[in-house]
Each structure stands twice: as structure tokens, then as C-alpha cells.
T-cell receptor, first 109, second 115 residues
Framework: RKEVEQDPGPFNVPEGATVAFNCTYS??????FFWYRQDCRKEPKLLMSVYSSGNEDGRFTAQLNRASQYISLLIRDSKLSDSATYLCVVNTGRRALTFGSGTRLQVQP | EPEVTQTPSHQVTQMGQEVILRCVPI?????FYWYRQILGQKVEFLVS????????KSEIFDDQFSVERPDGSNFTLKIRSTKLEDSAMYFC?????????????FGPGTRLTVL
């Protein structure tokens, strides 16, 4: 089983749509969780950390379900600029981040 | 906003040559990392560095790789004898927080091409 598993997509959505991405992780000892976005041939940029209570930042909402080892990201009112690959990232408590392969989002006008 | 910087942006080298990739982490960060991403694949951890020593490394980080903080600002990754399969984007990252909320910030990367 992959350490961090994501649906690769692509998700093609119209502007203004709501889209949700899911991610599962295999290591139950994982301690912190993140969503990064990556534009083509660019560096991963931290979008948000995912806290146990869930958290929201503007149009973005992240949820964590430790029992199911599942993380989600919801994007509301999608913008063209949201088109990117969204990376689910897990830290097992050591320093290394373990990345999923990413879910590609394409927002269309 | 402070950011991680990396040089060069693109390095082309011949197989068997040594390369040094350079990074300047965010100034108040204490933890430094190298990751790589082979084209079309996921980002992979190589090594973390704290207090002038390696704190963790992956299986990828073999004897061909080394890291150094030669002065108060730079952090380098050296590959002693490059192989074709070392061709990848190499990202440097840094963080200030201890685990578990170890938010890491990435530089723009160095694209290494080994011919």
C-alpha cells in the first residue's frame, strides 16, 4: 500500500464550482498533515496545514479523520488560478515529509 | 515575505562529474532539507539537517550525496559522481518549528540534467 494515496485526476471543473480532493495515508503514527499546491515545474507551496479539528482558510477547507486515516480538501468558488496539482503531505513525526503523487485540478472558464 | 532561494536554476553536467547545488534557507529557520522530484513523479525526501549534522536521511541519500552548511547562510547538496538517474528537480526546504507541526517552505528548485 502506498504511504500517501491520492486520486491523480484530472478534475475538470467550471469556474465557480466546488471541488473536493481526498487522500489516505497508511502510517497511523503520522502526526501532521498538509496540503501543498504545485504548479507545473515549480516548487510545492504550502496551502494549509490540516489540524485535527479541521480548518478553513478563505475558500479552502481541510478535514482530518484520524480513525479512517483520511484527509480532505474542499475548494469553493473555484478560480482559474486554482488550476494546479494538489499534493497531500504527511509527516510521521520524524522530519521527513511524505508526499502523495498529487491530484490535478483544471478550472475551466 | 522571506523565502528560500536556490542556485543555479538549471545545471547541466556530464555523467561522473561532481555537482554542488546551493540553497539559502529562510534566515530564522533551523531545519534544512533536500528533496528531489524526477520528472512526472512525486516529491521524495533525501535528507534533513539540524545543528550542523544530518538528522535523517532516506535510502536515496547514499554515499554519493553529502550536505554541508559552509557558512551562516548557505546549505549545499553535493553529488560526487553523477549518474543519469540523478536527473531531477532538487528542492531545498527549511522550517522553524519542531515536530509535529513541521511546516516546510520550499525553494524554486534546481533542475539537474545529467548527460
Amino acid at each position: 500500500r502506498k504511504e500517501v494515496e491520492q486520486d491523480p485526476g484530472p478534475f475538470n471543473v467550471p469556474e465557480g464550482a466546488t471541488v473536493a480532493f481526498n487522500c489516505t495515508y497508511s502510517n497511523s503514527a503520522s502526526q501532521s498533515f498538509f496540503w501543498y499546491r504545485q504548479d507545473c515545474r515549480k516548487e510545492p507551496k504550502l496551502l494549509m496545514s490540516v489540524y485535527s479539528s479541521g480548518n478553513e482558510d478563505g475558500r479552502f477547507t481541510a478535514q482530518l479523520n484520524r480513525a479512517s486515516q483520511y484527509i480532505s480538501l474542499l475548494i469553493r468558488d473555484s478560480k482559474l488560478s486554482d488550476s494546479a496539482t494538489y499534493l497531500c503531505v504527511v509527516n510521521t513525526g520524524r522530519r521527513a515529509l511524505t508526499f502523495g503523487s498529487g491530484t490535478r485540478l483544471q478550472v475551466q472558464p | 515575505e522571506p523565502e528560500v532561494t536556490q542556485t543555479p536554476s538549471h545545471q547541466v553536467t556530464q555523467m561522473g562529474q561532481e555537482v554542488i547545488l546551493r540553497c539559502v534557507p529562510i534566515s530564522n529557520h533551523l531545519y534544512f532539507y533536500w528533496y528531489r522530484q524526477i520528472l512526472g513523479q512525486k516529491v521524495e525526501f533525501l535528507v534533513s539537517f539540524y545543528n550542523n549534522e544530518i538528522s535523517e536521511k532516506s535510502e536515496i541519500f547514499d554515499d554519493q550525496f553529502s550536505v554541508e552548511r559552509p557558512d551562516g547562510s548557505n546549505f549545499t547538496l553535493k553529488i560526487r559522481s553523477t549518474k543519469l538517474e540523478d536527473s531531477a528537480m532538487y528542492f531545498c526546504a527549511s522550517s522553524e518549528a519542531r515536530a509535529p507541526y513541521n511546516e516546510q517552505f520550499f525553494g524554486p528548485g534546481t533542475r539537474l540534467t545529467v548527460l
